[in-house]
């Protein structure tokens, strides 16, 4: 590597490293804002995260660093493997950043928060009529931004919707495992249906359950998972989330006293999430390499704790006697009552509400009308006629209104196409990453009912965690289970857990 080279890919580090730091700290402006901030200091805080949001575009769009990625990229055969992908990685974060003009960025998001905005009210009184326009701007300027995106990136719009959400993710390898889902998911839901009914119907836990309790039941489970507290915390927000950063990792969970389940699952969810992050290579912090992947890794992170391992067996054995020291032995706490009640499956209208065996249809609906949205095929008047016909054939249910239909996920009211998939492909990944785990380790179930999950925390380090953003998910997925990711360990998983 010439020194010319070398010298600007120091440089490109040094540069990279500030916006890190400065993207950094808006992460903690975020949380803030989410927790503990006074209503007060709103428009102090929008002051501060806009001057550090254009601090961060100002580094990375400058012609210093477009001179630097030039100059870096003329000697690529003398750089190392972990020095090539992170300056493929940045000049990825470039081009994201300088593909759309200015002003259609700028345009695209005020769009997409008036839409926003205007949907909290629309989407309560059930009026779609209003929210039309609205949509109808913000669809626009997203087929636009798109195709713009994907000229710089020669990707069709849609893959270049993927790309902002799961980097190098493509609709070529999302449209078969979907189409496969869809293929053999509808009639395996209507299966566990049938051989629930066969049993009882498992009793609701009797509160009042004090949140103070819940929290504390919540952060020994996170303490015993493997979650590091003197890197992290646990409080309290409208809608559960994990912000902060690798080494200052803020989770939030929202409780009700009249059930605990719910805010126990949010915090095992939030965990899973946050031991990915603080378990990110350490050496690597401010490279763009040491960063977390894409939504869908992401999820599949939460997912593994929260699906895979704690709504199983063999977590809740060791659980349910902490739960009933907690809050008092009954009924509902049985064993057999609690897992029933934790894997309950049932055809609903309300994406965020749904068991882990119908969710996946109701991505499978979206990622079909958002890209027909996104292409024009599909327009915004039709959506809901359109929707609650998918709807129907897919899960069997059919809504009485849009509030329960086309408005009541936030995604597309902002403009976020391409969003939706990581979630199913995450489940996925979860579910392939946990067999392959089982494999590696036999005794799982055994360590699990002692509450020692050294060994499950230590794989997924050396196998994900660690690895950050070195590979892409689908690489990570391969070498990680010897397959690449598909629909086939999720089916195994479903069938074990609901029809065996």
């Known amino acids: 590597m010439t020194n010319t080279a070398s010298s600007a890919l120091t440089r490109l580090h040094q540069s990279f490293r500030r916006r890190s730091l400065v993207e950094d700290a808006l992460a903690m402006l975020y949380w803030d804002r989410s927790t503990l ?11 501060q995260i806009a001057e550090l949001t254009r601090m961060a575009r100002e580094i990375l769009v400058s012609d210093e660093t477009s001179d630097l990625l030039d100059a870096a990229e003329q000697d690529r055969a003398g750089l190392s493997a972990l020095d090539t992908r992170d300056l493929a990685l940045m000049r ?20 997409g928060a008036r839409s926003e905005m205007a949907w909290r009210q629309n989407r309560a009184a059930n009026d779609f009529a209003a929210q039309r326009p609205l949509l109808e701007e913000v669809m626009r300027l997203t087929q636009e931004t798109a195709s713009v995106r994907g000229a710089a990136l020669n990707l069709s719009p849609y893959d270049a919707q993927l790309e902002l959400f799961e980097p190098g993710l493509r609709d070529a390898d999302v449209a078969p495992v979907l189409d496969d889902l869809s293929s053999w998911l509808p009639q395996m839901v209507q299966q566990i249906i049938d051989v629930q009914a066969t049993r009882p119907t498992p009793q609701e836990p009797r509160g009042p359950f004090a949140e103070a309790t819940q929290k504390a039941l919540g952060e020994g489970f996170m303490r015993a998972l493997g979650f590091d507290f003197s890197r992290g915390r646990l409080d309290a927000s409208l809608h559960p989330f994990t912000g902060g950063i690798p080494d200052d990792s803020r989770l939030t969970n929202r409780y009700t006293t009249a059930g605990f389940a719910e805010a126990m699952m949010g915090i095992l969810h939030e965990t899973g999430h946050a ?10 912090r401010a490279r763009l390499v040491g960063r977390s992947g894409g939504m869908a890794l992401h999820e ?39 897992n029933a009640l934790t894997t309950r499956v049932e055809r609903g209208l309300i994406r965020v509400d749904a068991d882990e065996a119908t969710y996946p249809l109701h991505v499978i609906l979206r ?17 809901p006629d359109v929707w609650n016909n998918a709807m129907e054939t897919l899960i069997g249910i059919r809504p009485g209104d849009d509030r329960n239909g086309c408005l009541q996920d936030i995604h597309w009211m902002d403009g976020a196409i391409g969003y939706f998939p990581t979630y199913t492909l995450g489940a996925l990944a979860a579910a392939q990453l946990m067999a392959a785990m089982r494999s590696a380790i036999t005794d799982l179930d055994e360590q699990v009912r002692a509450g020692d999950f050294t060994a499950l925390l230590g794989w997924l380090r050396r196998h994900v965690h660690q690895r950050g953003l070195q590979a892409t998910t689908g690489e990570i997925i391969q070498d990680a289970t010897g397959t690449a990711l598909s629909a086939d360990a999720f089916r195994a998983h479903l069938t074990s857990r609901y029809l065996n």
Request: proline letters at 5%; aromatic letters at 6%.
């Open 37 to 47: 901030m006074p209503d007060g200091a709103a428009d102090a805080r929008t002051d």
């Open 92 to 111: 990825r974060a470039y081009v994201l950043e300088t593909a759309v003009p200015a002003d259609l960025v700028e345009a695209s998001q005020r769009a």
């Open 275 to 284: 031991l990915y992050e603080q378990g990110l290579p350490a050496d690597h």
């Open 300 to 338: 599949s992170q939460s997912l593994i704790i929260e699906m895979q391992l704690c709504r199983g067996q063999a977590f809740q054995d060791y659980a349910l006697p902490l739960v009933r020291a907690a809050f008092g032995d009954q009924p509902a706490l049985a064993a057999g009552n609690f």
């Open 367 to 383: 990622h079909g009308l958002e890209r027909q949205l996104l292409s024009g095929d599909l327009a915004v008047v039709d959506l």
